[in-house]
């Protein structure tokens, strides 16, 4: 009787209690935890300058050029250059400077050259490649593209009443400002053979320009 009474028990008060009980702990299980900690990241804006879809880059630059003996001047010129791939270009250069007397000419009294055979003028077609295409940043906001490059070529100078054959080789720097405009900066030796009292003698001719190119 006493067992009767109990299953009784379990069947009309305990079993309902049980699955209510379970229902509100499958319930806990089930919802998601709220996030204690809420991160907010701050995204920063950066404009990047990319190179246009032409190749060609045109530009001016000046500097300074050191004519072997012949003192330090002035130089100025134009380069157009043709971009063959992202990592190889094709340069034709232009470049004019005026030149001084020697130190031979102050000391010894005599001219070497006229005066209208001091002016130097320089045509060369040059190979380059960058070697180190990245970014350059200015504070934190900024990117621009930019180009570490080599360079090297050969042409002809125009010099001391002569033409003569000069090879080039150097190194620049390169950065995009938008994705037609660059800034340049330029380090070149131009080498050729000058043979002004009887005797050849190998010259290296030091210039250093910075400049603006447009690329279309």
């Known amino acids: 009787m006493e067992s009767r009474i109990f299953r009784i028990f379990l069947t009309v008060v305990a079993t309902p209690w049980l699955s209510a009980m379970g229902a509100v702990v499958s319930s806990a299980y089930a919802q998601e935890p709220e996030q204690v900690v809420r991160p907010e990241v701050e995204r920063r804006e950066i404009k990047e300058a ?23 001047n002035f130089v100025y010129g134009a380069r157009l250059g043709y971009h063959v791939t992202e990592y190889v270009f094709v340069e034709a250069s232009y470049g004019r400077t005026d030149t001084d007397e020697t130190s031979a000419e102050r000391f010894g009294g005599f001219q070497i050259l006229q005066d209208s055979d001091r002016t130097l003028d320089y045509y060369n077609l040059s190979f380059g490649f960058n070697l180190l295409p990245g970014e350059s940043f200015v504070g934190s906001r900024w990117a621009f593209t930019s180009d570490f490059y080599l360079i090297g070529g050969v042409g002809s100078t125009s010099f001391a009443g ?9 190194f620049g720097y390169r950065v995009l400002l938008n994705d037609w405009l660059a800034l340049r900066a330029d380090a070149r030796d131009h080498v050729f053979d000058l043979d002004l009292l009887g005797e050849s003698n190998t010259t290296h001719n030091l210039e250093f320009t910075g400049g603006l190119s447009i690329f279309f």
């Open 50 to 72: 990319d190179i246009d879809t032409e190749d060609f880059e045109i530009g001016a630059f000046a500097g300074v050029m050191s004519v072997e003996d012949f003192g330090t």
């Open 162 to 170: 002569d033409d003569l054959f000069t090879w080039n080789i150097g």
